[in-house]
C-alpha cells in the first residue's frame, strides 16, 4: 500500500467539499496555477461552480498541508508571470479523487435503486 501522509487511507479524507474535489479534478491530468483551476472549474462546470481566490488558496493550502498536491519547484513558466504558482497532484490526490469518485457513484446508484435518478444508458 503506497505512504498517504500521516499513513492515512483515502478514504479518511472523506467526504470532500465541492472546491476540493473539483480541484483535484483539474489537476488530475495536468499541472496548473490558481487562475488557470479557477478557469477550469468555471468552464468544465459550465459556471455551476465558480470559486474565488481566497476559497481556491484556502483549499490548494489545505491540499498541500496533508500532502495531496504539490507546488512545483519551476513556479513560472516561459511567457507567465513569474508570480503564477503551479500544482501537481500527487499520488495519494489522485488516491483521494479516485475514492471520492467511488463514493458518488455509489450514492448515485442508491438514488437509481429509488427512482431518484435515471438509470444509466
Do not use: N
Not at 5 to 21: G, I, S, Y
Not at 32 to 39: E, F, M, V
Not at 65 to 80: I, N, W, Y
Not at 86 to 98: D, I, N, P, S, T
Request: aromatic share 4%; hydrophobic share 40%; glycine share 4%.
Amino acid at each position: 500500500m503506497p505512504d498517504y501522509p500521516r499513513r492515512r487511507r483515502p478514504e479518511d479524507h472523506l467526504p470532500l467539499t465541492v472546491p476540493v474535489f473539483q480541484i483535484l479534478l483539474s489537476l488530475s491530468d495536468q499541472d496548473l496555477h490558481g487562475y488557470a483551476i479557477i478557469q477550469d472549474i468555471r468552464e468544465r462546470t459550465g459556471g455551476e461552480v465558480s470559486l474565488t481566490a481566497s476559497t481556491l488558496y484556502a483549499a490548494l493550502k489545505r491540499l498541500l498541508d496533508t500532502g495531496l498536491v504539490e507546488e512545483l519547484e519551476m513556479r513560472s513558466r516561459a511567457g507567465d508571470d513569474p508570480r503564477r504558482r503551479y500544482y501537481r497532484l500527487r499520488a495519494a490526490g489522485l488516491a483521494v479523487a479516485r475514492a471520492e469518485v467511488a463514493r458518488l457513484s455509489r450514492a448515485v446508484d442508491m438514488a437509481r435503486r429509488k427512482r431518484l435518478a435515471p438509470r444509466k444508458a
